[in-house]
């Protein structure tokens, strides 16, 4: 179950994108913030940029409003300061992600879609399924983020799921199923006994082909033993970075002591991911965990192993 913020009825979560009308965003990078929370809701994980030339872009900052159902979210003008449209969909925990060279994406997570926007018209263009397999409604995915290394390859980072779908966006399609899939059961790790690694975030290196995926490795079960408090309770398990080779969807060694090759974090629950070119370096967000109580109906420790954490590619 996710823990819901609640302002006013319903969730805000902003996200700035800049796009001049009939194009779309050429850039973008990813902030957020998170109170905790494993499966962390909408109103969590928002902070997004896209930069485009200055004198022909006009700034928008995409807020959804959720908790509810439906979900809307507005495209605010900051230049004449007025909304320029508005997107309904029927799921109640809808959020936008623009850190991509295509167009902003609206995931909703519950729904099991995600939906491509035009940025001209402020519509959806284009909707694929990245439902469970076998799911008729009952279980959702969660789509954390999207990530695009051509529109023939569009990855959905999914935090219910340890698959990774690959579309093909070049025809827009209704409910369109994925053309690939790469599999992260393997990397499950001994301690986490709810089975998912819960990726939270992913960056494509377009020199290198290659696709950083972040892995929070969180076990939700020990979690729900204290639900009373929504803390995110510290185990014996590894945040990790792993690397999928985009050539042939597959997990390359990083050389690393996490399952897979991947590169062990330090911090614990990961939340957002920046690639840092010119530093050749990602730059991890990372909201920590608390210590289980010490008791029976005790209060979790103080948190801990929260931070921004580096991780140098070269």
Known sequence: MKKMSMLGRGLFAGVLVA??????????????????????????????????????????LLVT????SPTTMFAWNLVTRTIDGQITTADMQAISDT????????????????????????????????????????????????????ESQVYAIRYDSNRIDVFDITTPANGGKPKAAIDLSPLVQSHDTDGNVEATA????????????VLGNIDTFATDDYMGSF???????????????????????????????????????????VYDAAGSRLLIFEAGCNPAPTSDGGAPGTLQQRGVEEVDLA
């Open 19 to 60: 796009c001049s009308s009939g194009s779309t965003p050429n850039n973008g990078g990813k902030d957020a913030s998170s109170d905790g929370n494993p499966s962390k809701d909408a109103g969590n994980k928002k902070a997004d940029a896209a930069t485009k030339d200055a004198g022909a872009a006009t700034r928008h």
């Open 65 to 68: 409003y959720d908790g509810t």
């Open 202 to 213: 992913a960056t494509y290196v377009a020199s290198s082909k290659l696709l950083y995926v």
């Open 99 to 150: 850190s991509n060279g295509i167009a902003p994406f609206l995931l909703n997570q519950t729904l099991d879609t995600i939906d491509r926007i035009d940025p001209s018209t402020w519509t959806v263009d284009g909707s694929w399924s990245v439902a469970l397999p076998g799911d008729s409604g009952g279980v959702y995915s969660d789509p954390y983020a999207v990530v695009v290394a051509s």
């Open 231 to 273: 803390d995110t309770i510290c185990v014996q398990t590894t945040a990790s970075v792993i690397a999928i080779d985009t050539t042939a969807n597959n997990v390359v060694s990083l050389h690393g002591t996490a399952p897979g090759g991947g590169i062990a974090l330090h911090g614990y629950d990961p939340t957002s991911m």
